[in-house]
T-cell receptor
C-alpha cells in the first residue's frame, strides 16, 4: 500500500525517559513534516525536511530532535520527556518541487504519546 | 502567525441534511485547503482551492473562497453518518508552513 506509516501507534512512558517515533513514506515525496496535535485538536507544525535537509524548525524545545536518513524517512527523537509532551504526533509528506508548501499533504495515522 | 479559524466549532445534523462549515483567515493566501480527520486517524486532504478560484466541487463537497472577505466555506450535501469527523481548513501564504485551524467537529446522526 502506498502511504505514510508511523510506529509506534501508541507510546506510554515515564517522565524523563527518551523515546523515538519513526515515519516512512513510499509516495516518492521529497518533503516530510512532523506535527503535534494537542488535546484540543490544534495541529501545529514542528519540523519539515526537504530532501533530507531541515527547512522548517518552529519554536520547539531542543529536547526534540528530528533525523532524516533519506527522503523516505523522518524520525523524531524526544529526550527527557515531560508531561506537556503528551499529544498525538503526526508525520506527513508532500511534493515541494515546483509547488512550494501548497501541495496537498498526506498524513500518517499518528502516534499517541502519553507521558506519566 | 496568521491562522484559519473554523466556524462553528461543532455541528450536529441529521443524515441527508447539508452541512456548512466556514473558515476565516487574516492575511492574503496562495491557496486554502480543507482536510478531514476521522476519530483516531490522520488528516485526509479533501480539496485545494487557489486564490484566483471562487468555487470548487468534488463529489458531494463544494468549497467557496471569498478573498475579499478572507473566508471560505465547505458544504457537504446529503450528509451521511460516515461524514462524521473533524474538518480543518489550512492556509498557504507561500513558503511558510501550512497553518491549520482548530477544526469543526461534525456529527451526522442516522
Amino acid at each position: 500500500d502506498t502511504a505514510v506509516s508511523q510506529t509506534p501507534k501508541y507510546l506510554v512512558t515515564q517522565m524523563g525517559n527518551d523515546k523515538s517515533i519513526k515515519c516512512e513514506q513510499n509516495l516518492g515525496h521529497d518533503t516530510m513534516y512532523w506535527y503535534k496535535q494537542d488535546s484540543k485538536k490544534f495541529l501545529k507544525i514542528m519540523f519539515s525536511y526537504n530532501n533530507k535537509e531541515l527547512i522548517i524548525n518552529e519554536t520547539v524545545p531542543n529536547r526534540f530532535s528530528p533525523k532524516s536518513p533519506d527522503k523516505a524517512h523522518l524520525n523524531l527523537h524526544i529526550n527527557s520527556l515531560e508531561l506537556g509532551d503528551s499529544a498525538v504526533y503526526f508525520c506527513a509528506s508532500s511534493l515541494l518541487i515546483g509547488g512550494g508548501f501548497y501541495n496537498e499533504q498526506f498524513f500518517g495515522p499518528g502516534t499517541r504519546l502519553t507521558v506519566l | 502567525s496568521q491562522q484559519g479559524e473554523e466556524d462553528p466549532q461543532a455541528l450536529s445534523i441529521q443524515e441527508g441534511e447539508n452541512a456548512t462549515m466556514n473558515c476565516s483567515y487574516k492575511t492574503s493566501i496562495n491557496n486554502l485547503q480543507w482536510y478531514r480527520q476521522n476519530s483516531g486517524r490522520g488528516l485526509v486532504h479533501l480539496i485545494l482551492i487557489r486564490s484566483n478560484e471562487r468555487e470548487k466541487h468534488s463529489g458531494r463537497l463544494r468549497v467557496t473562497l471569498d478573498t475579499s472577505k478572507k473566508s471560505s466555506s465547505l458544504l457537504i450535501t446529503a450528509s451521511r453518518a460516515a461524514d462524521t469527523a473533524s474538518y480543518f481548513c489550512a492556509t498557504d501564504v507561500g513558503n511558510t508552513p501550512l497553518v491549520f485551524g482548530k477544526g469543526t467537529r461534525l456529527s451526522v446522526i442516522a
